[in-house]
């Protein structure tokens, strides 16, 4: 079954430290994709990225940076130099396949909360 | 370009009332799903539907939630007869198809209160 551990349920750091968010997956297929989500104290899930299980190389995206380690199962997430507007819960998600396509029935792991101090 | 909008935002009903949450998908995504965000659970899909077919409802409950995607106009979650276990936040998302990764886009959210 197709599951999503996010084990750091809160983390707290001070502006312009980096910081990475751990996230961690179980699935059978060969094949998948995983996500990251944003959800900023306003309440809405923004889409951060999306990640092919084919490629392991590491995506960077201004401040944001992404390491998939398909052999540990991992797709961390990393803020440099974070700002307090980076405070937000961050979800790591995983779709379930079904038989070779894969709509949007996402399994999310819990969340962490990022809280970054001025 | 607008995203995925959701209203009402934020809803408050007594005890046995309905709630009535609507769903507009982004332009040109015809596939709609609703999740429910409950602070010991987290995230949990409920249903995903197509215009006029409802395709996957394994996460709804059995009783007093339904789902619609009419051919005209927007998704509507209702919700019957609501209890103080309701209150949650309902996620909509969309996405342009079913192939494999698609990215699925949430909207704002609708708070929903029962009190």
């Known amino acids: 079954a197709q599951k999503v551990t996010q084990a750091q349920t809160e983390i707290s750091v001070v502006e312009k430290e980096d910081v990475t968010l751990d996230c961690v997956y179980e699935?059978?297929?060969?094949?998948?994709?995983l996500f990251w989500y944003k959800q900023p104290p306003s309440g809405e899930l923004v889409f951060l990225i999306r990640r092919n299980s084919f490629d392991e190389q590491n995506e960077i995206s201004g401040r944001y940076s992404w390491n998939f380690q398909k052999s540990t199962s991992s797709f961390n997430f990393t803020i440099t130099a974070s700002q307090v507007v980076d405070s937000a819960v961050y979800f790591c998600a995983l779709p379930i396949n079904a038989g070779g396509t894969s709509y949007g029935k996402l399994t999310f792991g819990q969340g962490t909360i990022l809280t970054v101090h001025p | 370009n607008a995203g995925v909008m959701q209203n009402p935002r934020h809803l408050v009903r007594r005890r046995g009332q309905e709630a009535r949450l609507r769903c507009s998908p982004m332009?040109?995504?015809?596939?709609v799903y609703w999740y429910r965000q409950l602070p010991e659970e987290g995230l949990k899909f409920m249903v995903y539907?197509?215009?006029?077919?409802?395709?996957?409802e394994s996460g709804m409950p059995k009783e007093r939630f339904s789902a619609e995607f009419p051919k005209e106009g927007p998704s509507i979650l209702r919700i019957q007869q609501v209890v103080r276990g309701d209150s949650a936040a309902y996620f909509c998302?969309?996405?342009?198809?079913?192939?494999?990764?698609?990215?699925?886009?949430f909207g704002e959210g609708s708070w929903l209160t029962v009190v």
């Open positions: 699935t059978r297929d060969t094949t998948y994709y």
């Open positions: 998302a969309s996405s342009p198809g079913i192939a494999h990764g698609n990215t699925i886009y």
């Open positions: 539907l197509q215009k006029e077919n409802i395709i996957d």
């Open positions: 332009k040109g995504h015809s596939h």
